[in-house]
């Protein structure tokens, strides 16, 4: 499996997620879980997330997660590393099938 987001400068700060497209999810895939992770030093922070259905097309279209979501908005000259953690899951298994990272960093 594998990820892309398209973060876009109209994501920082903001409640929308960003479009995250999904690519050769592992087969009997039914969800994706989607967190948005702030890292600085040894501290995680969670931004938020969810889930969204598959429906076969492999995107989790922006503003999916709107309203329990808080973009990445690091302080003014500063910089922060954040991860957005994609798992694919089938119905309520507890152990995903795939889970891929999407490393980044803002100032």
């Given at each position: 499996?594998?990820?892309?987001?398209?973060?876009?400068?109209?994501?920082?700060?903001?409640?929308?997620?960003?479009?995250?497209?999904?690519?050769?999810?592992?087969?009997?895939?039914t969800v994706y879980d989607v967190r948005l992770l702030?890292?600085?030093?040894?501290?995680?922070?969670?931004?938020?997330?969810?889930?969204?259905?598959?429906?076969?097309?492999?995107?989790?279209?922006?503003?999916?997660?709107?309203?329990?979501?808080?973009?990445?908005?690091p302080p003014d000259g500063l910089s922060h590393k954040?991860?957005?953690?994609?798992?694919?899951?089938?119905g309520d298994d507890v152990q995903p099938l795939a889970?891929?990272?999407?490393?980044?960093?803002?100032?």
């Open positions: 499996m594998e990820i892309s987001v398209e973060l876009q400068d109209m994501h920082r700060c903001s409640m929308i997620s960003p479009e995250i497209r999904v690519f050769n999810a592992p087969k009997g895939t702030e890292i600085n030093g040894q501290e995680e922070k969670s931004l938020g997330g969810g889930s969204w259905p598959e429906d076969g097309s492999g995107i989790i279209p922006e503003g999916a997660f709107t309203g329990r979501y808080r973009g990445p908005c954040y991860t957005f953690i994609v798992a694919a899951r089938r889970v891929r990272l999407f490393n980044f960093e803002l100032e």
